[in-house]
């Protein structure tokens, strides 16, 4: 259920409408299949329904809203063909970029990742998944920051995007946050150690282990998933 929200006079509207509504159905708290009413969102935001339409149809061309005429605009079921394109995109490029970084990485940047770590390992005892999510997906942007391409991050988000939306249906499954944990510090051993071999097949085991957990995800849920584009 989405909050009233008090909108920044000085951003364009259309934008933060998307990215408020975008985020929330990437969260699943807009659900597949779910009615989204442009009055509500007009009541919501406090605005007209002209910015309202302008981020609906941006979020259709994201694949995140479906928009019939006459009938409504619903949020979109997962695409399970862009779920596994974004994992491909996503498996080749992640292992490039943690072969780069073991070869160049600092003290520093070996730091910011351990600190990291310490943290995923309080929110794993602690069974906080939504914080998990957070500090997950923060190692894996330090890493792709760590080699200075400053677009690549804003590729794998665009190409994860229904990847990211099957993921945060993994809470309920037994011993994932332990296992993507266990993980990332495999990846970060290999990188301290300067082991670009390790750190590529480390990253390819995790990524790999993650899409197997989707595949659970899906067979799960599969009324709210579709098959091809």
Known sequence: MLKKTKLDRGLPRAQQ????????????????????????????????????????????ESGLVDIYPQHGTFVSKISRERV?????????LEVAIVKSVAENITPEQLE????NLR??????????????YKYDN????LLCSFTGYKRVGLVIENAKTQLDRTRRLMAPIAGSTERALKEHE????????????????????????SMKTVETVYNENRGIFTEDE
């Not at 910011?112 to 600190?115: F, P, T």
């Open 84 to 92: 596994y394109e974004g994992a491909f995109v996503r498996n080749a």
């Open 17 to 60: 409408i998307y990215n408020i509504l975008k985020n929330a159905i990437i969260l699943n708290e807009l659900m597949p299949g779910e009615p989204i009413s442009k009055e509500q969102l007009s009541e919501l935001f406090g605005v007209s329904r002209t910015p309202i339409s302008d981020a609906l149809a941006k979020l259709a």
């Open 119 to 132: 943290i995923q390992r309080l929110i794993v005892s602690s069974a906080d998944f939504e914080s998990f």
């Open 186 to 209: 495999l990846i970060f051993d290999a990188l301290r150690k300067g082991d670009s071999l390790a750190a590529q097949k480390a990253m390819t085991q995790h990524l790999n282990m």
């Open 138 to 141: 923060e190692f894996h942007e």
């Open 112 to 115: 910011r990742l351990q600190s």
